[in-house]
């Protein structure tokens, strides 16, 4: 049984990593760039002469992992789902460098019981010489097996209505091996590679990582409205289904500004991602 005053008290100790171009490069690789060897925009975030790096690729450094399988918090994690990332990027990240993390759980809520609860993790992430922000993000978890512990009920979220035709389009076809690249970047859920347990969870084969789709959200709006994906300043979405590797992404973009905008993803006719928010520096 779910133990919530185990998970809000959970201590995430303090993680350091280095990496390097070769983890920006890998990165880059698994959100597809480079699917077209010739194409010079993307070969800025793989050619590390003189590299461009995703902001995106700090959501996967210093990661906690697995830590809610811990048997001492009592979630079910066969029913768990990573249903929602919000992240901001107040500094460029350099192709290479040394971070440090923090991580808090802010909020545990109940959705009741046979609803699940909905629990929201806190990060950020720094530089471990000179402390510079790079990122901040939250990342919502949905813990389908563990509503009905007694918790405060969980927040009505705004619906998105844009109430016009999409201000441009775009589409990712990703690449059947897309997950088991990804993977490489830190997420080793097997759920994303192994046949027999993505099955056990009901799903056809191993799906796509929400996180990627989630940065192949930022590259796709960026490149639909003629920005930079490395000025990328903030990127949110919902993950309100499910890809799975070689699935084309659909996405829908409307300007909210010079700066912003907001977007939804489709695959077919099912929504993938909703509630899409995006932001970048100026140029």
């Given at each position: 049984m779910?133990?919530?005053?185990?998970?809000?008290?959970?201590?995430?100790?303090?993680?350091?990593?280095?990496?390097?171009?070769?983890?920006a490069i890998l990165y880059a690789l698994g959100l597809g760039l480079g699917s077209d060897p010739l194409d010079r925009a993307d070969l800025r975030f793989l050619d590390e002469r003189d590299l461009a790096v995703l902001p995106t690729l700090a959501v996967t450094l210093c990661s906690p992992g697995m830590w809610i399988r811990d048997p001492a918090l009592g979630v079910d994690f066969g029913k768990l789902v990573h249903s929602a990332q919000w992240a901001e990027f107040p500094e460029p990240?350099?192709?290479?460098?040394?971070?440090?993390?923090?991580?808090?759980?802010?909020?545990?809520?109940?959705?009741?019981?046979?609803?699940?609860?909905?629990?929201?993790?806190?990060?950020?992430?720094?530089?471990?010489?000179?402390?510079?922000?790079?990122?901040?993000?939250?990342?919502?978890?949905?813990l389908r097996g563990d509503g009905g512990f007694g918790g405060e009920p969980a927040p009505r979220e705004d619906r998105f209505e844009p109430?016009?035709?999409?201000?441009?389009?775009?589409?990712?076809?990703?690449?059947?091996?897309?997950?088991?690249?990804?993977?490489?970047?830190?997420?080793?859920?097997?759920?994303?590679?192994?046949?027999?347990?993505?099955?056990?969870?009901?799903?056809?084969?191993?799906?796509?990582?929400?996180?990627?789709?989630?940065?192949?959200?930022g590259i796709a709006a960026s490149r639909a409205l003629d920005h930079d994906p490395a000025s990328i300043a903030a990127l949110a979405c919902r993950f309100s289904g499910v890809v799975l590797p070689g699935d084309a992404i659909d996405f829908a973009i409307w300007?909210?500004?010079?700066?912003?905008?907001?977007?939804?993803?489709?695959?077919?006719?099912?929504?993938?991602?909703?509630?899409?928010?995006?932001?970048?520096?100026?140029?």
């Open positions: 779910i133990r919530p005053e185990a998970i809000l008290g959970f201590d995430f100790g303090h993680p350091t990593q280095a990496y390097g171009a070769r983890d990240l350099p192709p290479a460098a040394g971070v440090k993390g923090t991580a808090k759980v802010v909020s545990l809520s109940d959705r009741g019981e046979g609803r699940g609860a909905v629990l929201v993790l806190e990060r950020s992430l720094a530089d471990a010489t000179d402390g510079r922000l790079y990122c901040r993000l939250r990342q919502t978890l949905l109430g016009r035709a999409a201000d441009a389009v775009r589409r990712i076809a990703t690449s059947p091996r897309a997950a088991l690249i990804y993977r490489l970047s830190g997420d080793w859920n097997p759920l994303h590679f192994d046949p027999d347990i993505a099955a056990a969870a009901g799903f056809p084969r191993p799906i796509l990582h929400g996180l990627a789709s989630y940065g192949m959200a300007r909210e500004g010079e700066l912003s905008a907001r977007f939804e993803a489709r695959v077919g006719d099912r929504k993938v991602l909703d509630h899409g928010t995006i932001s970048w520096r100026q140029a």
